[in-house]
C-alpha cells in the first residue's frame, strides 16, 4: 500500500534550520505532485510549498517565501522541505502529501495520499 514518512521534525530556536524528509513508497513516484502542509494548534491546516513531478516549479505560501526550499529526488523516492530562519509562527505538524498528476496545487482536497506528519517547534 501507498506509505508517505515524514522525518526530521523536533525542537529548534527561533532563526534555526531543520530539514524535513518524506519518503514514499507504494506509488510511482513520478506521477506524483508533491506537497508539505502544516497545521498549527487550534487552526485549519494550511498551504506550505509544493512541486511539480519533475521537480522544475515550485511554489509557496508567502510568509515561507525565502526561507524554505522545497526538493526532490526521484532516485530515493523522496521531497525535502529546508526550512531556515524559522520562527515561533512556523511551530507546527508538517504534513507531506501526492497529488497524482497534479501541477503543484495549493488546495489539500486534491492530495490523495498524506503521510502521519512530523512536529516541528520553534522556541522564541
Known amino acids: 500500500q501507498v506509505q508517505l514518512v515524514e522525518r526530521g521534525g523536533g525542537l529548534v530556536q527561533a532563526g534555526g534550520s531543520l530539514r524535513l524528509s518524506c519518503a514514499a513508497s507504494g506509488l510511482t513516484f513520478s506521477s506524483y505532485a508533491m506537497g508539505w502542509f502544516r497545521q498549527a494548534p487550534g487552526k485549519e491546516r494550511e498551504f506550505v510549498a509544493t512541486?511539480?513531478?519533475?521537480?522544475?516549479?515550485?511554489y509557496y505560501r508567502a510568509s515561507v517565501k525565502g526561507r524554505f526550499t522545497i526538493s526532490r529526488d526521484s532516485a530515493k523516492k523522496t521531497v525535502y522541505l529546508q526550512m531556515n530562519s524559522l520562527k515561533p509562527e512556523d511551530t507546527a505538524v508538517y504534513y507531506c502529501a501526492a497529488d497524482f498528476w497534479g501541477n503543484g496545487a495549493t488546495d489539500q482536497t486534491l492530495y490523495e495520499y498524506w503521510g502521519q506528519g512530523t512536529q516541528v517547534t520553534v522556541s522564541s
Open positions: 512541486i511539480n513531478q519533475r521537480g522544475g516549479t515550485t
